[in-house]
């Protein structure tokens, strides 16, 4: 590419060419003054008529662009082609400085850190939960059971209320009977009191039916 560009510019067989490219007046650049002319040449040296492909070879060898379709080097210099074997094709390794390394690899190290207490932090929010379904497990296990105890307590307190009204009914005459029942009425509801007067007097009745058997 580069024996192309000094040919075409160079070479007193190619004076025709100066009206397509040229060098500047220093002879340190040189200037594409007609695309599409230059682009009818290319085959010539090329694989193709295109005008950015051969800007990209440019850029591959390390030409700069200073101007619109103006390129320089700083070993292509006119009548200087000794320097022409120097130019080489730029290597694609992209080299890292190490300062930007460590600034990247500390980044990085941050991150992880920060990630890390954030698992930690997400552990700990998952033990707490589990504590504290544990507990409320627990808790309803315990008013259950608080709840069926105060349940059979009740049912035991109802059958010796039951029992007794029974033998106080049983063993008192009407006006005593009538009294007791004013009494309880002050306790309990109208509601309550007549559940368990139907208690009492269905236990009453066969308490009596089986007196009388």
Known sequence: MTSFIHKVICHKQDEDYEQIISWNLHGDQFEVKNIKQLQQILPQYFKHNNFASFVR???????????????????FKRDQRDLLEHIRR?????????????????????????????IKLLLHQSD?????????????????????????????????VVSWL??????????????????????????????LLSSVFKNYSGNKKTKID
Not at 57 to 75: G, I, S
Not at 91 to 104: N, Q, R, Y
Request: hydrophobic letters at 35%; aromatic letters at 8%.
């Open 57 to 75: 070879q440019l850029n591959m060898y390390d030409f700069r662009k200073v101007d619109q379709n103006t390129f320089m080097h700083d070993l």
């Open 90 to 118: 730029k290597d694609s390794t992209v080299i890292i400085p190490l300062e930007k390394l460590a600034i990247d690899l500390s980044k990085l190290m941050f991150r992880n850190q920060e990630l890390e207490k954030f």
């Open 128 to 160: 707490k939960l589990k504590k504290e379904n544990t507990f409320l497990w627990n808790e309803l296990v315990r008013l259950k059971q608080d709840l069926s105890y105060s349940r059979q307590q009740n049912d035991n307190q109802h059958e010796s």
């Open 166 to 195: 029974i033998q106080q009914v049983v063993n008192a005459d009407r006006q005593k009977r009538e009294l007791i029942f004013r009494q309880i009425e002050k306790k309990i509801s109208k509601k309550d009191l007549v559940q």
